[in-house]
């Protein structure tokens, strides 16, 4: 049985940082990548970062490249993802996910597991 659990979430003053983990069982990396996703109020859920751990290629979304980095410890079978200089619009609650395929062209990510999720607030 695949389990992701996040962990690292809290509340930031603007301008602050945060490192989210992501712990797995069950689960070996593969060509899928693992990635991190953030869901607002009111707001659908969108990718952040994704990491190919086969070959270590990255993917961020434009609202967090340069401030965030996804790293992978393949010993570990887990995700990091080290938030610097964030912002209000970055509060959300941040899911990791495994086996991950995407974005397409629209920006859509097939997702084989999910885990429960870990709640950031920045406030101003």
């Known amino acids: 049985q695949v389990q992701l659990v996040e962990s690292g979430g809290g509340s930031v003053q603007a301008g602050g940082s945060l490192r989210l983990s992501c712990i797995t069982s069950g689960y070996t990396f593969t060509r899928a990548a693992m990635a991190w996703f953030r869901q607002a109020p009111g707001k659908e859920r969108e990718g952040v970062a994704a990491?190919?751990?086969?070959?270590?290629?990255?993917y961020y979304h434009a609202s967090v490249r340069g401030r965030f980095t996804i790293v992978q410890d393949n010993e570990k079978n887990s995700v990091y993802l080290q938030m610097n200089n964030l912002k209000p619009e970055d509060t959300a609650m941040y899911y990791c996910?495994?086996?991950?395929?995407?974005?397409?062209?629209?920006?859509?990510?097939?997702?084989?597991?999910w885990g429960q999720g870990t709640q950031v607030t920045v406030s101003s």
């Open positions: 990491i190919w751990p086969l070959n270590g290629n990255t």
């Open positions: 996910a495994a086996d991950c395929q995407g974005p397409t062209s629209d920006g859509t990510w097939y997702v084989g597991y």
